[in-house]
């Protein structure tokens, strides 16, 4: 199973973007379908993007046209660009891999997970 650990995070003020990374190690990171989710307190996770072994991508729409998801293979990192943030934006995202080629977007679908970064949006 790969290792994840995610960075980028901090606290930005509302209209402003962040970058967050993850970076793997342990295993083939092309193999992986890779995706960010977030927890907001006193909610469910859910899933913010996913891309696949191709890069095909999936979005949120509560995120589309803001967020963008990419991957660079020859650095084992996936990227959630964040534009526009707003302040219900504000969650730990999480970093999860799925040993498989499709797109998924429940977490119960992705083995692996990092340990979270904090992204705090004011207002």
């Known amino acids: 199973q790969v290792q994840l650990v995610e960075s980028g995070g901090g606290l930005v003020q509302a209209g402003g973007s962040l970058r967050l990374s993850c970076a793997a190690s342990g295993d083939t990171f092309i193999r992986y379908t890779l995706g960010w989710f977030r927890q907001a307190p006193g909610k469910e996770r859910e899933s913010v993007a996913v891309?696949?072994?191709?890069?095909?991508?999936y979005h949120a729409d509560s995120v589309k046209g803001r967020f963008t998801i990419s991957r660079d293979n020859a650095k084992n990192t996936v990227y959630l660009q964040m534009s526009s943030l707003k302040p219900e934006d504000t969650a730990v995202y999480y970093c999860?891999?799925?040993?498989?080629?499709?797109?998924?977007?429940?977490?119960?679908?992705?083995?692996?997970w990092g340990q979270g970064t904090q992204v705090t949006v004011s207002s």
């Open positions: 891309i696949n072994v191709v890069g095909g991508t």
């Open positions: 999860a891999a799925r040993l498989a080629p499709s797109i998924r977007t429940m977490g119960a679908h992705f083995g692996s």
